[in-house]
């Protein structure tokens, strides 16, 4: 298995605001790879800087083996880079497989037949076939981060990008999200999950990454970086008389 994606010491931020700093790393193919990090410390950001919805001003982005540090993001799409918003956000009024298909012939770029299939195969993957022409303003929450994923399979992606789908689930439904990205991984796709939830984090990923103040503070196996002593202050602070 190859490498994904590297990020080689991206520099980006909003207007003159910098939030990434010299950030490396790398994803390898196959892997579910998580990112950790407190409130603000520049994970959405990130994930900003790999779908194109913020250029660096430094560094690179390597995706597949393209230089995609400043492609368009419809460019990227294409390639195969699918994310998820934090906040979901699917047109309300429509059912369920209307939105999926939307994101299956705008964002991939399908023929509507071809798009149908594509839908379908996301809303099975995803536990919604059943819920398919229920309208999405009136699914669960649980049922909303489902279909939040659905339409990021609906680009076909290679590399889903997760942020934050198990905020504010009960632990049963964390259960069924941890469930759902093992049978993602299992059908050959490349995550990064961002998540606060750390059950999720240790038991659901390959490698989990520790990000903090825009960098890469630590990257291991789950429980190294769980149990080690950098990642447990930056969550902590370092108390002022230290
Ligand atoms: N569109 C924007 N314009 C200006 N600043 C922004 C914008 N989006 C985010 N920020 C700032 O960038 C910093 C990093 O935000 P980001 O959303 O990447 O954090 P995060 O690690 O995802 O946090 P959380 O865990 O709370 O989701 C924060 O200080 C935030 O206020
Ligand atoms: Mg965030």
Request: glycine share 10%; proline share 3%; hydrophobic share 45%.
């Given at each position: ?35 950790i990090g407190p409130n603000g410390c ?168 520790c990000m903090a103040e ?20 930056v969550y902590?602070g ?5």
């Amino acid at each position: 298995m190859g490498t994904k994606l590297v990020f080689s010491n991206v520099s980006a931020g909003y207007g003159r605001i910098q939030i990434l700093s010299d950030l490396s790393f790398e994803v390898q193919e196959g892997e579910v790879f998580g990112v950790i990090g407190p409130n603000g410390c520049g994970k959405t950001t990130m994930f900003n800087a790999l779908i194109g919805l913020i250029i660096p001003s430094k560094g690179e982005i390597i995706f597949d083996g393209h230089n995609i540090t400043k492609m368009a993001a419809n460019a990227r799409c294409r390639l195969g880079i699918g994310r998820t918003y934090q906040v979901p956000r699917p047109f309300e009024g429509m059912s369920v497989f209307e939105n999926v298909l939307v994101a299956a012939v705008h964002g991939a770029g399908h023929s509507e037949k071809e798009g149908r299939r594509v839908a379908l195969d996301a809303l099975k993957l995803t536990g919604l076939y059943d819920k398919r022409e229920v309208r999405a303003g009136e699914l669960t929450l649980l049922d909303r981060k489902r279909l939040e994923i659905a339409r990021a399979l609906g680009t076909e992606p290679k590399l889903l990008l997760l942020d934050e789908v198990a905020a504010g689930l009960t632990e049963a439904e964390v259960k069924d999200v941890m469930k759902m990205v093992a049978d993602l991984k299992a059908a050959g796709y490349t995550i990064i999950w961002i998540e606060h939830v750390i059950e999720t984090m240790v038991n659901s990923t390959d490698t989990l990454m520790c990000m903090a103040e825009g960098r890469n503070l630590l990257v291991g196996k789950p429980l190294d970086v769980m149990n080690s002593k950098l990642v447990e202050e930056v969550y902590l602070g370092v108390p002022e008389d230290e």
